[in-house]
């Protein structure tokens, strides 16, 4: 069984910068791409970010390229996601989900319970 605790979400200011943090537990995590989504209030899930498990290869939603960035340490079997120039409009609950190489969230085999994001103006 594979299990994903996430942390480092909080309250920012616009502007400012956040970095998650997601713990996978398990031997085989570099057997997956690992995915970043988020859900605002109201809406529905949405891809952020994915990031194959070499860690060569990465993939952004256009509403986050060039302010987040994807990475991954296998040694310490964690997935980051670091967000500079943080919006408003990025305050969501931010999930991490461990799969195959995909934006599809329902195709993800395992799931973080999540950690909130709060972006103030």
């Known amino acids: 069984q594979v299990q994903l605790v996430e942390s480092g979400g909080g309250l920012v200011q616009a502007g400012g910068s956040l970095r998650l943090s997601c713990a996978v537990s398990g031997r085989t995590f570099s057997g997956y791409a690992m995915g970043w989504f988020r859900q605002a209030p109201g809406k529905e899930r949405e891809f952020v970010a994915v990031?194959?498990?070499?860690?060569?290869?990465?993939l952004y939603a256009d509403s986050v390229k060039g302010r987040f960035t994807v990475s991954r340490d296998n040694a310490k079997n964690t997935v980051y996601l670091q967000m500079n120039s943080l919006k408003p409009e990025d305050t969501a609950v931010y999930y991490c989900?461990?799969?195959?190489?995909?934006?599809?969230?329902?195709?993800?085999?395992?799931w973080g319970q999540g950690t909130q994001v709060t972006v103030s103006s």
């Open positions: 990031i194959t498990g070499s860690g060569h290869r990465t």
């Open positions: 989900a461990a799969g195959p190489w995909t934006t599809r969230g329902d195709l993800y085999d395992y």
